[in-house]
């Protein structure tokens, strides 16, 4: 038998209440989310009819405490389609356990959100990543969740997943095909990637030890954040693009003097934003263009 204890911290009711106070105070009903990773938060800066909401102020809404996340809620037009743009997320070394971390995913299910863009800054591991490359997340390793710390752990609720959701297609091949696209049309490809991320639980940087098992396991990248909104995205039936900026080389070799600061991650972040925001914008215009059955079909696949 569940107790109080062990249970969810965040229930259907809390987000319920949330989503409806958030419906309530904007004429907006986006189908499409974007979180906005360290020093990403421009992303929204030049949506039209902009709504923006302070995290403090929505309800049950956890707040963002690292630099380089404003903690707004944005909502605006992209290229005329309605959008809601997480400027800022929480993570796990904050304190937040994984189920507030991803509360917003499942308020953006409730409203009525189809797709989530996860973006984030990562570290190169791939010896052929440059930093300010551009990663198109085709899987991920899940490292806190191979430790139990997974947002999907306590009793499941049915309205919004199954038990056990299938993660092998958790990135959408067509999302992640039409991305490469666009950034093929604005001239991106050189600085374009596409690998597999994988997610610490920080907040310290990787050792060099450490750098090598996760370069041996398969990580072209490694962050802090993104796997678990990515898995309760998954959980409640949304399509996902993750898209990882290369903010620094992971040094896997002990003669290297190069040590990463967090200040660099947000200097990158700044320098490739615009071209990470015209991507996006792309992108979000030919949304429409997507047939619906036919991506759904090779998702499946």
């Not at 973006?119 to 300010?132: H, I, M, P, R, Y």
């Not at 940087?205 to 962050?223: K, P, W, Y």
């Amino acid at each position: 038998m569940h107790t109080k204890e062990n249970s969810c911290c965040c229930s259907f009711e809390d987000c319920k209440q949330t989503t409806e106070w958030l419906l309530s105070h904007t004429w907006m009903r986006p189908k499409i989310a974007v979180v906005c990773g360290s020093g990403l938060g421009l992303l929204a800066d030049n949506v039209t009819n902009q709504q923006a909401f302070r995290y403090e102020d929505i309800p049950n809404f956890p707040i963002s405490t690292v630099p380089g996340h404003e903690g707004r809620l944005v909502f605006g037009h992209v290229n005329d389609k309605a959008c809601v743009f997480m400027q800022g997320r929480v993570h796990l070394y904050e304190g937040y356990s994984l189920c507030k971390v991803t509360f917003p995913v499942r308020v953006f299910k409730l409203m009525g959100v189809e797709t989530i863009i996860v973006t984030n800054a990562s570290g190169g591991l791939c010896e052929d990543f440059k930093v300010g490359d551009i990663m198109v997340i085709k899987d991920h390793i899940n490292l806190p969740g191979f430790a139990g710390q997974h947002p999907l752990c306590g009793p499941n609720d049915e309205r919004f997943g199954i038990r056990f959701p299938c993660m092998s297609d958790a990135y959408s091949k067509v999302l992640r095909k039409m991305a490469m696209a666009v950034s093929h049309d604005l001239g991106y490809s050189n600085f374009m990637r596409e690998g597999v991320y994988c997610m610490v639980s920080g907040p310290n940087f990787e050792t060099i030890a450490e750098a090598r098992m996760l370069h041996v396991l398969g990580s072209d990248s490694v962050g802090m954040s993104t796997v678990p909104e990515v898995t309760v995205a998954k959980h409640c039936g949304l399509r996902v693009l993750g898209l990882s900026l290369i903010t620094n080389k992971v040094s896997l070799d002990y003669s290297r003097e190069e040590k990463v600061h967090h200040e660099e991650v947000l200097g990158i972040g700044v320098m490739r934003a615009e071209m990470l925001r015209k991507l996006l914008q792309n992108f979000i215009g030919r949304y429409d263009q997507l047939d619906t059955n036919n991506m759904e079909a090779l998702n499946s696949h």
